[in-house]
């Protein structure tokens, strides 16, 4: 490795667009000290390096001088790395060459301070330099993805994102587990918002709108209807999926491009809790739209009805919309409607007006914090309840008690086959709610409808639209292209413990049981680097994070070590500084993909080499990017503090703090907090 890197030609090129730098820099006096450090060809200064004019001098500059490794050092370099990158490209060089440099919050003054200023720029420049010479050119590879969809359960969002992506050209096998399609909707009367203009003309009930949905589908020549089918295996990765599907005609395996979830969400009785069986006088909210149909028919001798929620835990806004409605409904048809619930919640559009209008309407609501005593006796029901505004005992009987269930995540050996995370109640996770709310953790498989949180009927076909057009955004180029800045694993160090399986937060990790070695799936890899992280044989390196070339930049470290992940603690110190905020000098940041990458061996080794502390900083564990990482890279610092402790040595010497890119001043605290 040595003999290579003497070899190689590196070109600095220090990007002041704004000439900020230059008040506090003394560029003459870095430069000097930057044509000194070894494989340094060119030190170039330009105000103009994110512009047109800038970009061709870097290409001429990349020509001329032969250069073989670049470090471009600025302000939040971050914000131009991608035209940086594609300039390599377009001059024919690895984009993975490149490595920048942070000058983000240096010292501004004159004179003495300057200096200061200067010395660092020339540490975190040099730093750089020495990573810049680990740099390893990575590829990009191409596959051809099948552009045949699996789509599972045929509720209705499995039926509208099966419709939409027909629609959009592409093959869909829609399978559903039981023996009907519709899903919770069939059995729905009367919805408690108006149906999605397309079908709200109409005057569509959920049964009628789930029927015509059947009969669009079962026309469309591009969609394969599969009922009483369940998948029980998947191989493979995105483009690619083969799954094992076994139905009535047996098992058969296919292979799709992507996957859509649509399994929905389970509704969990509450009636054994308040030890009550369905009957006459006591149903499922799920099933009072019939039985409140035939009031208002006039059919029967039912006068008083109570409507009880919150059983369990406290119910949301879809339930709340839906007992408000099915209310309405009982007191237009004349009855006396009581709601007992702990708490009314109508964040979600409309649901204020319901809530007014069941109140005008003369609808008397009981908040309870007890659970009600309820007997059904004789045909009726008798509630004994403590009205937590009165202050009073209150005890009724009614004709009639709906009882709203619990919805819990769906299908939950589903999940595992799919490898995918559960948020904290098992509804899948999205890779990212903000940017992609309808990805899953695992590229190619999307996620849509109630599986994903309880939504309404018109929240399912936006959704169903959206990951259509989500999974046409991944097949409809025809081909896939990725570049291979993944993990790898060196076979012969891995040892088979299914360390890597177990926490990919991805399922980018597949196991040879044959040869008994791990493999990454290099499409499905997101390069957060948990696995390397991880691993206890120190087989899997991060390609363009290697262990060599985060030894090469940390160096000698500075007194106070800075561990930060790019989505959050680089941006957060561009946001500190923006506030005026300026690193104290002894003090050095080194970039991480995610927190969850950083490694004991890693932190020991600084601390071997000088560093007094080591401050982490990541995302908050509930949004971190690779959804594992903070978490992971709490657990590890616990165990080396505890190392610390053992060994004698301060444990506060390790510090893991977590921040949102937005927070300069936390940023500010954390690192001020650190200072030695
Ligand atoms: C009591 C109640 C009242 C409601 N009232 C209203 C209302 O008034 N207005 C409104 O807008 N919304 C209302 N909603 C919400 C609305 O019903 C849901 O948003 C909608 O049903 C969600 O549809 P879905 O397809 O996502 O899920 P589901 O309807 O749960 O469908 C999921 C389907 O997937 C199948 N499945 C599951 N796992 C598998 C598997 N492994 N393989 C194959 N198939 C599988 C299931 O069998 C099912 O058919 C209400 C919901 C409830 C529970
Ligand atoms: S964690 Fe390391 S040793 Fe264990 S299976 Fe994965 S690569 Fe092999
Ligand atoms: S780097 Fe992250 S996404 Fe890639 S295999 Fe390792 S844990 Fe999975």
Redesign the pocket.
């Known amino acids: 490795m040595v003999d290579k890197i003497q070899k190689l030609r590196i070109g600095i090129f220090i990007s002041d667009p704004d000439r900020y730098l230059g008040k506090k820099i003394d560029f003459k006096v870095l430069a000097s000290k930057l044509r000194s450090l070894p494989n340094v060809v060119t030190v170039q200064v330009r105000t103009d390096l994110a512009d047109e004019k800038g970009l061709d001098f870097l290409s001429r500059t990349f020509r001329e001088k032969k250069l073989k490794r670049f470090v471009i050092a600025a302000a939040a370099p971050w914000l131009h790395e991608e035209l940086w990158g594609n300039r390599l490209e377009k001059a024919g060089l690895n984009r993975y060459l490149l490595a920048t440099a942070d000058l983000t919050g240096l010292e501004c003054s004159t004179g003495k301070r300057k200096k200061q200023a200067t010395l660092q720029a020339v540490e975190i420049i040099t730093a750089a330099a020495r990573r810049a010479a680990y740099l390893e050119k990575i590829t990009r590879e191409e596959i051809k993805p099948s552009a045949q969809v699996l789509v599972?359960?045929?509720?209705?969002?499995?039926?509208s994102a099966a419709k939409e992506l027909a629609g959009r050209g592409y093959r869909v096998s829609l399978?559903?587990?039981?023996g009907a399609?519709?899903?919770?909707?069939k059995d729905?009367t009367?919805?408690?918002?108006d149906l999605p203009s397309l079908y709200a003309g109409d005057r569509l009930q959920?049964a009628a709108l789930i029927e015509t949905l059947k009969n669009e589908i079962e026309r469309d020549r591009r969609i394969d209807l599969f009922l009483s089918?369940?998948?029980i295996k998947i191989r493979g990765q995105v483009g690619d999926f083969t799954a094992e599907l076994t139905g009535p005609d047996g098992k058969r395996s296919v292979i799709f491009g992507a996957i859509v979830v649509?399994?929905?969400?389970k509704?969990v009785s509450p009636l054994p809790s308040l030890k009550l069986k369905e009957s006459t006088p006591v149903i499922l909210?799920?099933k009072a739209g019939h039985r409140i149909n035939s009031l208002t028919a006039g059919k029967n001798t039912v006068s008083k009805i109570a409507f009880l929620m919150d059983v369990g835990k406290e119910q949301g806004v879809?339930?709340t919309?839906?007992v408000l409605?099915q209310a309405l409904r009982a007191r237009k048809a004349e009855r006396e409607v009581t709601v007992l619930c702990k708490n009314i919640r109508v964040a979600a559009p409309g649901l204020e007006k319901l809530y007014r209008e069941a109140r005008e309407n003369g609808i008397f609501f009981v908040k309870y914090r007890k659970t009600p005593k309820i007997e059904a006796v004789n045909g009726s029901v008798s509630v004994s309840v403590r009205d937590e505004l009165m202050g009073e005992e209150l005890r009724s009987n009614y004709d009639l008690l709906v009882v709203?269930?619990d919805?819990i995540a769906?299908?939950e050996?589903?999940r595992k086959i799919l490898r995918l995370k559960g948020d904290q109640e098992n509804f899948l996770q999205e890779d990212n709610v903000w940017l992609y709310p309808n990805e899953s953790s695992r590229r190619g498989i999307f996620i849509?409808?109630?599986?994903r949180e309880?939504?309404?009927?018109?929240?399912?076909f936006e959704e169903s639209a959206a990951t259509a057009g989500a999974v046409d955004e991944l097949l409809g180029e025809k081909t896939i292209a990725f570049d291979l800045a993944t993990a790898t694993i060196d076979e012969d160090k891995c040892v088979f413990c299914l360390t890597c399986y177990r926490v990919c937060p991805h399922g980018a990790i597949e196991m040879d049981f044959t040869r008994n070695v791990a493999r990454v799936s290099e499409i499905a890899c997101r390069a957060c680097g948990i696995c390397a992280a991880e691993c206890p044989a120190r087989a899997i390196q991060l390609r363009h994070y290697t262990d060599d070339q985060l030894a090469a930049e940390v160096g000698s470290p500075p007194q106070l070590l800075i561990f930060a992940c790019e989505q959050s603690g680089v941006r957060a110190a561009a946001a500190a500084a923006e506030l005026g905020w300026k690193f104290p000098p002894g003090t050095m940041m080194v970039r991480l993909p995610c927190a969850g990458k950083i490694d004991s061996a890693l932190i020991l080794n600084s601390l071997q080499k000088g560093a007094e502390k080591i401050l982490i900083l990541g995302c908050h564990r509930e949004n971190c990017h690779y959804l594992q990482g903070s978490t992971r890279a709490d657990k590890r610092v616990e165990e080396i503090k505890r190392r610390l402790q053992e060994a004698g040595l301060d444990p506060e010497r390790v510090v893991l703090a977590n921040l949102i890119s937005k927070d300069g001043a936390k940023f500010r605290k954390y690192v001020e907090g650190c200072s030695v």
């Open positions: 599972i359960g045929a509720g209705l969002a499995g039926l399978i559903e587990e039981s399609v519709g899903g919770i909707t729905l009367g919805l408690y918002e959920p089918t369940r998948i649509a399994g929905g969400m509704a909210l799920s879809v339930t919309g839906a409605n709203a269930e919805y769906g299908d050996a589903l849509t409808g109630a599986c309880p939504m309404t009927v018109s929240q399912v």
